[in-house]
């Protein structure tokens, strides 16, 4: 069980825009820690793509952002691409976990 | 170029422990913390705990206190991550990651995977 919430799974059409929500708590997305997301493509690393809830590292296209409200953050991705398929996964700070960094479970996207 | 490169593959059996290194290349290693993250065989990521660079401090996740320790030898640029104790629960790809100053990891290595097996 993590500490973040995600959905399991999203799917869209190519060139359609999808929202993949991380819902946490009073101690973590709530007390006003950074999320950060993050893109997994089959049998590669995890690779940086939303920092401080709402920045995109250099590279990353302008397609995907992400914001928090809340105890819960957003990534979206619009123009769906094929490429775009990927597990995805947020990540924060934990107040009530003596300073641990915790995932959500992560979210697989299919592009139908 | 900004990398951190990881050691190989590792097969242990239960019981034993596992030393996983992580070459820093293209930045300073003391300015930067280092975390380390594993992914069980079609499962999620899961933080195991950080180290300062800077001054050795460590944060360990709690479900692993006790059976892991974090180090870094900064006249090679390199950060270990030692798990004893092996357990086949422990069967995972290992990855180091830079932590920057959001928290986020921005850097990551290409991850090594570890087999726990009788």
């Known amino acids: 069980q993590s500490v973040l919430t995600q959905p399991p799974s999203v799917s869209g059409a190519p060139g359609q825009r999808v929202t993949i929500s991380c819902t946490g708590s009073?101690?973590?997305?709530?007390?006003?820690?950074?999320v950060h997301w993050y893109q997994q493509l089959p049998g590669t690393a995890p690779k940086l793509l939303i920092y401080?809830?709402?920045n995109r590292p250099s590279g990353v296209p302008d397609r995907f952002s992400g914001s928090k409200s809340g105890t819960s953050a957003s990534l979206a991705i619009t123009g769906l691409q094929a490429e775009d398929e990927a597990d995805y996964y947020c990540?924060?700070?934990?107040?009530?976990?003596?300073?641990?960094?915790?995932f959500g479970g992560g979210t697989k996207l299919t592009v139908l | 170029q900004v990398q951190l490169v990881q050691s190989g593959a590792e097969v242990k059996k239960p019981g034993a422990s596992v030393k996983v290194s992580c070459k820093a290349s293209?930045?300073?290693?003391?300015?930067?913390?280092i975390s380390w993250v594993r992914q069980a065989p079609g499962q999620g990521l899961e933080w195991m705990g950080w180290?300062?660079?800077?001054?050795?401090?460590?944060n360990y996740a709690q479900k692993l206190q006790g059976r892991v320790t974090m180090t870094t030898d900064t006249s090679t640029s390199t950060a270990y991550m030692e798990l004893r104790s092996l357990r086949s629960d422990d069967t995972a790809v290992y990855y180091c990651?830079?932590?920057?100053?959001?928290?986020?990891?921005?850097?990551w290595g290409q991850g090594t995977m570890v087999t726990v097996s009788s």
């Open positions: 990651a830079r932590e920057d100053d959001y928290g986020a990891f921005d850097i």
């Open positions: 293209g930045y300073t290693l003391t300015s930067y913390g």
């Open positions: 180290i300062s660079v800077y001054n050795g401090n460590t």
């Open positions: 009073s101690s973590n997305i709530g007390a006003g820690y950074d």
């Open positions: 401080g809830n709402n």
């Open positions: 990540q924060s700070y934990d107040s009530s976990l003596s300073g641990r960094r915790v």
